[in-house]
């Protein structure tokens, strides 16, 4: 805290007069040379602003500038000037008085100040700048406060405003993580402005610790350099610059009132280090003060007139002087150069060597008065017969004067008259007569005196409700003592009565008087609080204000009556009464402010979050009404829904598909770990003995035609192999061993040997099977599926599932039923973590999963492919499933529906308005878009619903609409088809988009 300049220039003058120096008079000078610099340089700023209103407020803001000046500019001045400069101390700088009178002149032409600083406040207050009124409304009350009493109830009252948006400026930049400004900043800002921050948890506290704590950092890290240059300080300059950082430092810690709460470690260094100052400024001004001695000794016995004080300074005065400071120093401790001992010696003996005249001029004097005094005695001889007679008359006058009665000692002047007439000027009978006219006159007059006082409590008592405590009383009665004191003779007896009469009547008057002042200040504070119990039950902002301005009223005359009258309150019991009903109506105002901001804050929230924070504001109300309180709590119930909600509109019902959707950056070319079921069910498919080794053999039917009547190829367990010729007579005989398979699909018990014959008439008969190859089917299990299959087991991407139930569809070559088969154990596959593996994202895999099951409610058998049946032929139910499937690509698919989610994800449910108490919509300037779907809650379910025409919409609820890209939902069609080709508005995909959509 800054000292205040009256108390800065009180103790410079008392320096001043005791002649005071050492270290702490050095620091004051320091502290006052500091506050004159402050002061001016607030007067530069005053005077460099182009607003007559700054250049006002900053000029009599606490602490006003103009009354710091004209405090710190005293008359003496010059000579601690002088001293400063004599001694080495900061010298002060001047106050350039033509500075003042400019900034002073600026505002003469100004008439009336209070009418246009009250106009400034107005302005100000209806645009809002509430810390730029609060600062005018400071001065208004400062300024004129005691003529209006109204005005610092206004200020206390805006003080109260600027609290609060000083504390959600604090919160808010708290919060954030990069704020615009910073929190310590903002609060130096309300502190500059003048307004006082209290103490309290909360953002307040916060800032207050942290500014405090930097304080506290600075003030350590000073002191320690301060230490450290204590250490390395051993000639005079490095002294002196030791003296200056300390001073410094020293008024830093005053200022900021960090001092007690540094280290004690360092305290107890820091007090070293101004011990060892201290010293060295001792020695420093006591070789200054004696070296000025030896110089003044000099000057005098020079004949140079020269003063200690108010005294004119003698050759003794100044030998005397340097001896004591010589002395003092010695006893201190101090010092002395053996120059400057040599030069005191000096000036001392040069001291004595001229007190021989003086010797003569005393000596000639004494025998001039001894010749007066011979002549004086002569003359007293002649004169004694005549003093005898001036005496006794001298005598009579005395004795007239003790008796002290007015009568007898106008007699006794009137009987020596004659004597005293001719009695020489300056005798004592003639003083003895003047002084007893004096006393007589004096005694006559205070008797009159007496009596006039004595009437005017007369006529005082019969005026019309006058103070008895009025200040002419109390003046008037203590001059009747005075005078009776004053009196030598009785006072006399009427009027003394009259007096005592009138003190009597004061008495009594004094009494009722209290007595009414006591009814009076109760009838103001039940005035104060019956005006805050309307206050709180108004109906509206007009209303309490009016009541409020009634109670802030009240309270102010109260407290005014109360400044007038403190006797009425000795335990200031009345005055916390009032301090009450103020907290009181500042807690309603407070209460009132935040329930009417966080009204104006539904409509103009820019998101949920902050809508329902607004809600919740006001529901925490007292004095929202039941029916209000209900409708928004069951707005507030549905928070956690409000949370899921664009969950609900993307996946409903899938936290498995949200969470995996969410945790991959790119959901379609992650790589995918597979656990422990997966990797049984996989490696099981891949060690599967029954398709890597299945042969193959087209087979021929001839009935004597050289050309095949039939043809079409088997599988088989074992290739071919010659058998034994048969034993026919004619032709030729081809006999093979075939191990086929029967229409299960399971192999014969044995393989079947089947003969060819050959006639010579060129006829054919029987079958005949072609060498037989390793099947199509097991070269592809072994070649591809296989391989395939075991990337999956090592972490293949998500789609490979997908991929490979694609790549069955599109080989037409294999068997229907292998293909089948197989597509059916990925689908199982799939199924054990289906978002795992995009399941759900393809709905094209559902529909071929349906009609898999459509064909074999009980699934396709692994051996159904080897069925002798379904080899001659193939079923056309699957030939017709394949072709219907290899329309679709189900990873492609798949990748669309993952874009797409993913693209959703990116979306938000946005506030683009919210309904009245009533159920009435309002909208905000939102962007609205062809086709919209609008969410609110549903007055009748209280559910989160789309907005429909015979909706009834439920009070306060708010209304969401999703927006991607600035734009509606139908966006996400659009960018999707952008991105992967695919266009998911055809009708065949619209029961498979999410309620976003619909």
């Known amino acids: 805290m800054r000292p205040e300049a009256s108390r800065l220039v009180y103790r410079i003058r008392t320096a001043l007069k005791g002649e005071s120096n050492g270290l702490e008079t050095a620091s004051l000078a320091w502290q006052y040379a500091t506050e004159i610099g402050f002061y001016t340089s607030r007067l530069k700023k005053c005077l460099e602003t182009d607003s007559d209103l700054e250049a006002y407020l900053l000029a009599h803001t606490k602490p006003n500038t103009l009354e710091a000046l004209d405090e710190l500019d005293f008359p003496e001045n010059a000579q601690w000037k002088e001293r400063c400069e ?59 406060g005691e003529q209006d009493p109204k005005l610092a109830g206004e200020s206390d009252r805006l003080k109260a405003q600027v609290l ?86 020293d008024y830093d810690l005053t200022i900021d009132d960090t001092r007690s709460k540094i280290e004690p470690s360092l305290r107890g260094a820091y007090s070293k280090v101004a011990t060892k100052i201290s010293h060295h400024r001792s020695s420093v001004e006591s070789t200054i003060l004696l070296r000025n001695a030896i110089d003044d000794l000099r000057k005098v016995l020079q004949g140079v007139s020269i003063s200690f004080g108010r005294k004119k300074a ?26 400057l001992q040599e ?42 017969k005549e003093a005898e007679t001036l005496q006794t008359a001298t005598a009579a006058i005395n004795q007239a004067a003790a008796r002290q009665n007015v009568p007898q000692a106008q007699s006794a002047l009137r009987e020596w008259s004659q004597l005293i007439a001719s009695a020489p000027e300056g005798h004592s009978l003639k003083l003895a007569a003047a002084s007893l006219e004096n006393w007589i006159d004096e005694q006559q007059s205070l008797q009159e005196a007496y009596s006039q006082i004595a009437d005017r409590l007369d006529e005082i008592k019969s005026i019309s409700g006058v103070d008895p405590n009025a200040g002419e009383i109390n003046a008037l009665l203590d001059k009747a003592k005075s005078t009776r004191e004053s009196l030598d003779i009785p006072e006399p007896k009427d009027v003394a009565d009259r007096i005592a009469q009138f003190e009597v009547w004061r008495q009594d008057r004094a009494e009722q008087m209290e007595s009414d002042r006591k009814n009076a200040l109760l009838a103001y504070l039940e005035k104060a609080q019956d005006s805050l119990t309307l206050a709180n039950a108004a109906d509206d902002a007009r209303q309490f204000e009016s009541r409020s301005r009634a109670v802030v009223e009240s309270v102010s005359s109260a407290r005014q009556f109360l400044s007038k009258h403190p006797e009425l309150d000795p335990n200031d019991l009345q005055s916390r009464n009032l301090q009450r009903i103020e907290d009181s109506l500042r807690s309603i105002q407070n209460k009132r402010d935040t329930m009417e901001a966080a009204q104006k804050s539904i409509t103009g929230a820019k998101d949920l979050a ?22 928004i709590g069951r707005i507030l119930r549905l928070e956690n829904e409000y949370d899921s909600l664009l969950q609900a509109l993307i996946l409903p019902g899938s936290d498995e598909g ?16 597979l656990d422990e079921a997966e990797k049984a069910f996989v490696q099981r498919l891949i060690d599967d003995t029954l398709f890597p080794s299945i042969y193959e053999s087209n087979v021929k039917y001839f009935e004597g035609a050289p050309v095949a009547r039939n043809e079409y190829s088997v599988f088989l367990r074992e290739p071919v192999r010659k058998g034994d010729a048969a034993g026919l007579k004619t032709g030729v005989n081809f006999s093979f061993e075939v191990w086929g398979f029967n229409e299960d699909g399971v192999a014969d018990e044995a393989a079947q040997e089947i003969n060819f014959l050959s006639h010579p008439d060129g006829t054919f008969w029987g ?77 094209s895999l559902a529909m071929q999963k349906e009609s898999l099951e459509s064909i074999s409610p009980d699934g396709i058998d692994k051996r159904q492919w080897l069925s002798s049946v379904e080899q001659i032929s193939p079923s056309v139910q699957l030939t017709e499933h394949f072709r219907i499937s290899s329309k679709t690509n189900l990873a492609d698919e798949a990748r669309t529906f993952a874009t797409f989610y993913s693209l959703a994800m990116k979306g938000t449910m946005n506030l683009i308005g919210q309904a009245d108490e009533s159920g009435k919509i309002e909208y905000n300037d939102s962007s609205h878009y062809e086709n919209d779907t609008h969410w609110i809650v549903n007055g009748l379910t209280g559910r989160i619903e789309p907005l429909t025409d015979n909706a009834q919409v439920a009070p306060y609820s708010p209304v969401l609409a999703y927006r991607y890209q600035n734009q509606g939902a139908s966006r996400l069609v659009q960018q999707t088809r952008a991105q992967t080709g695919w266009d998911l508005s055809l009708d065949r995909y619209e029961d498979y988009l999410p309620p976003l959509l619909k």
């Open 610 to 631: 902050s809508y329902l924070q607004s809600l919740e504001a006001i529901y925490n109300f007292d004095t929202l009404p039941p029916e209000g309180k209900r409708n």
């Open 164 to 249: 609060n948006q000083a504390e959600s400026e604090l919160a808010a930049s708290i919060q954030e993580l990069m704020p615009a400004e910073q929190p310590e900043s903002i609060a130096v800002r309300y502190i500059d402005a003048g307004l006082e921050i209290p103490k309290i948890e909360g953002p307040f506290g916060s800032v207050l610790k942290r500014i405090a704590d930097k304080k506290i950092a600075d003030a350590t890290k000073a002191v320690k350099a301060l230490i450290q240059q204590a250490e390395s300080a051993e000639t005079e300059e490095g002294k002196s610059n030791l003296e200056k950082a300390y001073l410094r430092c």
């Open 767 to 843: 079958f005949f099977y072609e060498p037989s190859e390793l099947s199509k089917e097991s070269i592809y299990f072994q070649e591809s599926l296989r391989l395939s299959l075991m990337r999956v087991l090592a972490g293949g991407e998500r789609f490979s599932p997908l991929k490979l139930i694609d790549e069955l569809t599109r080989l037409r070559t294999l068997s229907p039923a292998f293909r089948a088969y197989w597509q059916q154990q990925l689908v199982a596959f799939i199924e054990l973590n289906p978002w795992k593996w995009g399941l759900p994202l393809t709905p």
């Open 343 to 384: 030069d005191i010696r000096k000036a001392l003996s040069e001291a004595n060597r001229k007190r021989a005249p003086k010797y003569a001029i005393i000596g000639g004097g004494g025998i001039a008065a001894i010749l007066a005094i011979a002549w004086i005695v002569n003359t007293q001889v002649q004169d004694r």
């Open 86 to 144: 004599t001694l080495g101390w900061q010298s002060p700088p001047e106050i350039d008085a033509n500075k003042v009178k400019a900034l002073r002149d600026r505002f003469a032409n100004t008439e009336d100040i209070k009418g246009w600083l009250q106009s400034e406040y107005r302005s100000q207050a209806r645009s809002k700048q509430m810390l730029q009124a609060f600062r005018i409304a400071q001065v208004l009350a400062n300024q004129f």
């Open 314 to 339: 003698t050759v003794h005065d100044a030998k005397e002087r340097l001896k004591s400071l010589q002395s003092q120093a010695k006893k201190m401790g101090r010092r002395i150069s053996p120059e």
């Open 658 to 673: 949200w969470f995996e959707l969410n945790r991959s950056s790119d959901f379609s070319s992650s790589k995918i770990e």
